[in-house]
């Protein structure tokens, strides 16, 4: 089970879910009653393990990288963010907090995939292709692929392990014309990230995004919202340009490191053990939040 921290209490808000990263709360008072306040905390997860141990500020980075992202997207797909005033937020949240519209989320993670990695990798050696989409022979970890593809994966039960499927899966799940504007909508993001990141000298990847909808409005691309996070180091891959070297797995600027060291000898955790990870020695953490403000100032331009 997740073992994740009970929620801090929020004045004029009323605790809703937390997540292995995100605490959900209702505004019960104030200009914004009603819309929901999502706060970032500074827990990280990884294999479906929220880590005892934190990385500071964390939660704040990914909240302003995001906020940061929702702009550069805006023209593409609108995001739920209604607020990230300090003056329309409770004591005490300013930067890792925002108001944000209720929505009704799709039940599928939208990944799309420019390089070959991860779980991706795995279903390419097993199959030669990747959620039903066929590659070229001869890939390696951090190839590029031919083209960025659309790689969803169903959302699973907190504590669970989201499962990679195919179109046609998603098909059944949210029918053929959402699914269309699903995949079209996460590649049109991807690509215009993808070349954002390029020219400030970071690669891309892969990265997740999840849409939803207002309540009751209709399903088409116009209607598609932008919600939870997008583009940071907890939901991408983001790996130094002038370091990249197929055939290998690449120094990267995101939780990646937490996973290598959770997979090494040092660590002394089998992942199969049903046991949560070790914490992480200082080194890690200095590590991973070096990496995540690198990649903040990075991608914004902005000094931490």
Known sequence: MLNIPAAPVVDGARHVHSGKVRDLYELT???HEGR???????????????????IPDKGEILTRMSLWWF??????????????????LPPGLAGRAVICE????????????????GSGLLDYRASGAVCGVPLPDGLDD????????????????????????D??????????????????????VYARAEQLARERGILLADTKLEFGVRPGGDVDRSALVLGDEVLTPDSSRFWPADHWQPGRAQPSLDKQIVRDWALSPASGWQRDSGEPPPALPAE???????GYVEAYERLTGERW
């Open 284 to 290: 890690v953490v200095d590590r991973t939040r070096a």
């Open 36 to 54: 929901l306040l999502m706060v970032a905390s500074d827990r990280i997860s990884i294999f479906d393990h929220v880590l005892g141990t934190t």
């Open 142 to 165: 951090g190839s590029r692929l031919p083209a960025p593809i659309f790689t969803p994966a169903t959302k699973a039960d907190l504590g669970e392990h989201d499962e990679n499927v």
């Open 71 to 88: 702009d550069q997207l805006a023209d593409l797909v609108p995001a739920h963010v209604v607020s990230a005033d300090p003056a329309d």
């Open 29 to 31: 008072s104030g200009p």
């Open 167 to 188: 179109l046609a899966t998603v098909e059944r799940l949210v029918g053929r014309d959402v699914a269309a504007t699903l995949r079209e909508t996460t590649l049109a």
């Open 102 to 117: 209720r929505l009704e989320m799709y039940p599928v993670e939208c990944v799309a995939r420019g390089y070959l990695t």
